[in-house]
């Protein structure tokens, strides 16, 4: 189907190619909706949703990064992590056997990190809260963001009836029920993260090496796309056809 990650990835690299050949020294502008397949990262991005809070386990194994230079400072005493290689998979050598090239989780890569672990335990015995790995606010985040892409997705391929209206009021409370602390859940604190923060979708990461510009649409607004204009023209021409067959 034309909206698999794939798929669309080799035809925007194919049309980078027609488009630098036909148009020399020109820059290209590629506009996207928001839909799921537009906001794909690639197999290894640092995905907050593709880790589990535990080290192993069924979760995708994730490029390794540089540990973030806005980092709460290191504790008197304590190591300084900042700008340091931040390994998000054991060593094949690893004495356990069973985390012997597996990925480390949530937890063990804050607790690497130091001045973010330690900042974050401070923060729950403070306020007499737990350590939890997902919160239940962030849980709920996360269901309002599966409904925006069944929204999203349904305008896309031109079924807007098969979004039902629990799907748009629970992506429409998307706003309400983002949590207001940065530091509730491990999950929240590891996907504030800047280098999580900055990882792009990978069709913008294809086109801006190439040197051209990535856009995308607002949510919800997929008449803002050209496309939807051929789209209407084209279905105009099938009516009228019809009608004189």
């Not at 929240?188 to 040197?211: C, H, T, W």
Request: proline share 6%; with cysteine; hydrophobic share 35%.
């Amino acid at each position: 189907m034309w909206w698999d990650l794939a798929q669309l990835t080799n035809q925007i690299k194919i049309t980078t190619k027609v488009f630098e050949y036909t148009h020399p020294d020109c820059t290209a502008i590629f506009a996207f909706d928001w839909s799921s397949a537009h906001e794909g990262f690639s197999e290894g991005a640092l995905n907050i949703n593709n880790m589990n809070v535990n080290p192993g386990g069924r979760q995708r194994k994730l490029r390794d990064t540089v540990i973030p230079l806005n980092n709460p400072d290191p504790a008197p005493g304590e190591e300084d992590t900042h700008s340091q290689i931040q390994r998000m998979t054991f060593p094949d050598n690893h004495p356990d056997p069973k985390l012997k090239g597996q990925p480390k989780g949530v937890k063990v890569v804050l607790q690497e990190w130091k001045s973010v672990w330690d900042k974050y335990t401070t923060l729950c015995q403070e306020h007499h809260t737990k350590v939890v790995g997902k919160c239940a606010s962030c849980t709920k985040s996360q269901l309002c963001r599966d409904a925006e892409r069944h929204v999203a997705f349904a305008e896309a391929t031109g079924q807007k009836g098969s979004a039902t209206a629990e799907d748009v009021a629970v992506a429409d409370s998307e706003i309400q029920s983002t949590p207001d602390d940065e530091w509730c859940c491990m999950h929240r604190v590891l996907m504030l993260q800047e280098d999580f923060q900055s990882e792009k979708p990978l069709i913008q990461s294809i086109i801006e090496d190439a040197g051209h510009i990535c856009l995308f649409l607002p949510r919800f607004h997929c008449e803002l796309n050209p496309i939807e204009m051929l789209w209407g023209f084209g279905k105009y021409r099938m009516h009228i056809f019809l009608l004189h067959a």
